[in-house]
């Protein structure tokens, strides 16, 4: 019988969701996480700390001190990678096992640019992450191109980590019923969520949707994460005048509405389109997201989506600028009442998200690392990191 932990909030993301499924399905594993853990909003996190939160670290802090030391494997959930119990957690020579979902430092510094990458509070952050993979018995990325990314961003030797590639894990949907496709409706329906974060290139969408008002007719759906973050936004719709063609709903916690929404209205899904170097690199969830729901989706060239898709017989990829998006958005609504003309794309989409992505997957390849993980920390970073 394997004890393992699960440090970390326990949230209702994809991957910590089939993660934690994982492991309390397994009979000949022993789990245990902790309650008090809860997931912070980036909202929260920036501001002061109330008594609440400060009653919930401390009756946090005191489990874990117990389950690590009962443990035999440490996993640290995705984006949870914080410093102190990670560091606890190598002091006592345990097992941890780390899903680097993203970097905290990348995202601060240059996606957000909250601070100077000189910066105490720079380096503090880039600490956190270092820390993570340094202290790790095995560290997971979503593929190849973010492993050599954050590796490279962080200052870190690839050849003194273990490395292992475990792709995103995005649930089965609904199929969508693209009525756009099938001739049922003359409006093509364009759909984004997202929690607003600068890679995403809403405003590349926005611009794209300015520029092809009067020439088709189309809508934008927005799915936010919260009104203040998405309120720029809300003034960019305003000033580009695009308020009759863009709908914002501010409601991405709300699952199932989400999926009834995207079933019922949703003819094209776009996925990110921003400028950053991360941006460049990463896969992102809500462009499987599309594929999973078998709608046609549009999004930006990156290494990580490289990997996976081609754009030719599959998805549609196009430049992170507004009129290479325009362009390709009007190329793919020429298919109007054509589904036939775009099925073999979409189920070729379909096929490599259900060969890579799915819950099944996720869980075998967790499976695979966790049982071939040795007591050596001497281990090389895989060239290849293929499955």
Known sequence: MLNIFCLGAVSEDYRTRNTLRFFLEKEDYRVFYNDFDKPVSYEESSRPVSIKRKLLKIFSVIPNFFYMLWADIIYVFAMQH????????????????VDFFLSFYDTEINDYKHFTPGSKKAKRIKKIDRNAIINSRMIFFLNQSEAEYYTRVLDVDSNAITCRILPLCIDEKPQAKIGYFMGNRDCLNLCWCGSYVPLQGLDVILTAVSMLK?????????????????????????GLQIQDIVTIHNEWGN???????????????????????????????????????????????????????????????????????????EYVGSFYGGYSGIKERIDNAFKIYRDNFTPHIFQKKLLSYLTTLSGSRREIYEKDLSP
Request: charged content about 25%; hydrophobic content about 45%; glycine content about 8%.
């Open 255 to 329: 699952r199932k509405k989400w999926e009834e929404f995207i079933v019922d209205n949703c003819d094209i899904s776009l996925g990110i389109f921003g400028q950053s170097m991360k941006a460049k690199t990463v896969l992102a969830n809500k462009v499987l997201d599309g594929i999973a729901f078998r709608t046609p989706v549009i999004t930006a060239h990156s290494a990580g989506l490289h990997e996976y898709f081609n754009g030719i017989d599959d998805i549609f990829i196009t430049e992170n600028t507004p009129i290479a998006l325009a362009e390709m958005i």
């Open 82 to 97: 914080g410093s102190f119990p990670i560091q606890i957690a190598f002091l006592f020579k345990k097992k941890l096992v």
């Open 214 to 238: 009067g020439k088709i007719k189309l809508h934008l759906y927005v799915w936010g994460a919260s009104d203040k973050r998405g309120e720029s936004y809300k003034k960019m719709v305003e």
